[in-house]
Nanobody, 123 residues
C-alpha cells in the first residue's frame, strides 16, 4: 500500500513537498517514482529513483525545480517541488516497481500505485 500526503494549494513560485509511505506486503523495492495527471490530460512521468543506488531520473519539465529522494529506513519517498508553475497543477501519484524491468523508469510499468494527492498552483 502506498499513501501520499503533502499536496495543497500554493502560489506560482512557491514550494510544496510530497511524501509517499509504503507499507503492508511490499517486501522488495527496485525503484519508486512520481507521476501526475493534469485535468484533461494523460498521466505523465515526473521523477523516479532507484531504491538501493539512489539514481534519479526527471522529466525535462521539472528538471532543476523538483528533487526526488527516499528514506529506506522509513520506506518513504519524497518529492520536493520548488518554483512551482500553474502548469504543475495535477493529481500526483507515487508508484513502486518491485523488480528490474526492461522498460524504463519513465514508463508506467509499476506494480503499486498510491491514491493520489492534489497539487494546485495559482498564477
Amino acid at each position: 500500500q502506498l499513501v501520499e500526503s503533502g499536496g495543497g494549494l500554493v502560489q506560482a513560485g512557491g514550494s510544496l513537498s510530497l511524501s509517499c509511505a509504503a507499507s503492508g506486503g511490499i517486501f522488495v523495492t527496485y525503484a519508486m517514482g512520481w507521476f501526475r495527471r493534469a485535468p484533461g490530460k494523460e498521466r505523465e512521468f515526473v521523477a523516479a529513483i532507484t531504491w538501493n543506488g539512489g539514481a534519479e531520473t526527471y522529466a525535462d519539465s521539472v528538471k532543476g525545480r523538483f528533487t526526488i529522494s527516499r528514506d529506506g529506513a522509513k520506506n518513504t519517498l519524497y518529492l520536493q517541488m520548488n518554483s512551482l508553475k500553474p502548469e504543475d497543477t495535477a493529481v500526483y501519484y507515487c508508484a513502486l516497481r518491485e523488480c528490474v524491468s526492461f522498460k524504463p523508469l519513465t514508463s508506467d510499468d509499476y506494480d503499486f500505485w498510491g491514491q493520489g494527492t492534489q497539487v494546485s498552483v495559482s498564477s
